[in-house]
């Protein structure tokens, strides 16, 4: 079966399978050389909280376009240290080197670090990920040892998913949409490790008839787990982080009322450390108008 034939098969299965078929693609062209870092980030895109006009491709960027080197479906990177800077990739983005940044950049599908067994450090920032139209099932970033800062993503029924250590997800805007049959959050954990820091970002799940929360932590597996600063809205329990062990922080996030199915939170309020968490109503912009009060921990 060509890759393509595993990509188009994976999307009425689970995410898990489809994580697994677009990991498991045969070798091709390597990316670009290894490339300086360049200019730092900048500071102070997003005063508020992130929504889609301070987060993604910064406006005035470039873009080269990338031939797609994986059977018209994808493109691979397999040169340690290359940075991706100001590129359209009309596909997917798949990670087979450590060290590899990704900047200022637009992917059409989805970004990948998992190799058969394998997978690899990484760093996206100042990037939009997912189609401007359709919804694809699969997660937009995943799935460890990566750094996500400014992103932008959309098209996509899961934003993030973390399914091993040192997932660092910050100052991004995660527009979710969902397919009959799909499980939609903003970010899942799936056979979690340590270290997951969701700190300063927005998920707005609100109007998604297949949910499940913008913020659903539920792994056996999750070693402390750090969530921060967020605006959520939507969702059936909006925020879920339980069965987790460790240095467990939910502290500082902000909840559109009444956005929820079922209710706010369904959480294990004994092992976590919940403080400062707010309901709110917002603009449409993503400002905080008010604070209704606030947000206690349930489950």
Same mark, same amino acid.
């Given at each position: 079966?060509?890759?393509?034939?595993?990509?188009?098969?994976?999307?009425?299965?689970?995410?898990?399978?489809?994580?697994?078929?677009?990991?498991?693609?045969?070798?091709?062209?390597?990316?670009?050389?290894?490339?300086?870092?360049?200019?730092?980030?900048?500071?102070?895109?997003?005063?508020?909280?992130?929504?889609?006009?301070?987060?993604?491709?910064?406006?005035?960027? &470039?873009? /080269?376009?990338?031939? =797609?080197?994986?059977? +018209?479906?994808?493109?691979?990177? !397999?040169? %340690? $240290?290359?940075?991706?800077?100001?590129?359209?990739?009309?596909?997917?983005?798949?990670?087979?080197?450590?060290?590899?940044?990704?900047?200022?950049?637009?992917?059409?599908?989805?970004?990948?670090?998992?190799?058969?067994?394998?997978?690899?450090?990484?760093?996206?920032?100042?990037?939009?990920?997912?189609?401007?139209?359709?919804?694809?099932?699969?997660?937009?970033?995943?799935?460890? &040892?990566? /750094?996500?800062?400014? =992103?932008?993503?959309? +098209?996509?029924?899961?934003?993030? !998913?973390? %399914? $091993?250590?040192?997932?660092?997800?910050?100052?991004?805007?995660?527009?979710?949409?969902?397919?009959?049959?799909?499980?939609?959050?903003?970010?899942?954990?799936?056979?979690?490790?340590?270290?997951?820091?969701?700190?300063?970002?927005?998920?707005?799940?609100?109007?998604?008839?297949?949910?499940?929360?913008?913020?659903?932590?539920?792994?056996?597996?999750?070693?402390?787990?750090?969530?921060?600063?967020?605006?959520?809205?939507?969702?059936?329990?909006?925020?879920?982080?339980?069965?987790?062990?460790?240095?467990?922080?939910?502290?500082?996030?902000?909840?559109?009322?009444?956005?929820?199915?079922?209710?706010?939170?369904?959480?294990?309020?004994?092992?976590?450390?919940?403080?400062?968490?707010?309901?709110?109503?917002?603009?449409?912009?993503?400002?905080?108008?008010?604070?209704?009060?606030?947000?206690?921990?349930?489950?």
């Amino acid at each position: 079966m060509t890759t393509r034939s595993r990509l188009l098969a994976g999307v009425s299965a689970t995410v898990a399978a489809l994580l697994l078929a677009a990991c498991t693609l045969s070798p091709e062209a390597t990316g670009p050389a290894p490339a300086p870092s360049g200019s730092a980030r900048p500071a102070g895109r997003c005063p508020h909280h992130p929504n889609p006009a301070c987060t993604g491709v910064p406006p005035g960027t &470039k873009l /080269t376009r990338l031939a =797609l080197n994986e059977d +018209g479906a994808a493109y691979r990177v !397999r040169t %340690s $240290g290359v940075v991706l800077d100001g590129v359209h990739i009309p596909g997917h983005l798949l990670i087979h080197a450590d060290d590899v940044t990704v900047r200022n950049s637009l992917i059409d599908g989805y970004v990948i670090n998992a190799d058969g067994p394998r997978s690899f450090r990484f760093t996206i920032e100042d990037s939009t990920v997912g189609p401007a139209g359709g919804c694809q099932t699969l997660p937009g970033v995943g799935q460890d &040892k990566y /750094t996500a800062v400014g =992103l932008h993503v959309r +098209g996509h029924s899961d934003g993030f !998913r973390a %399914s $091993g250590d040192d997932v660092v997800i910050r100052d991004s805007y995660v527009k979710l949409c969902s397919n009959p049959g799909d499980h939609s959050d903003g970010i899942q954990t799936y056979r979690t490790g340590r270290g997951l820091v969701f700190d300063h970002n927005t998920v707005d799940q609100r109007d998604v008839k297949h949910a499940t929360a913008p913020i659903f932590l539920v792994d056996d597996q999750i070693v402390d787990a750090v969530v921060t600063n967020n605006l959520v809205m939507g969702g059936t329990y909006s925020i879920q982080l339980k069965n987790a062990r460790g240095k467990l922080v939910m502290r500082g996030n902000s909840l559109v009322d009444k956005s929820w199915i079922y209710g706010p939170v369904d959480s294990d309020c004994r092992t976590v450390d919940w403080a400062g968490n707010s309901l709110v109503t917002i603009d449409r912009s993503y400002r905080i108008t008010s604070v209704v009060g606030p947000l206690a921990c349930a489950g």
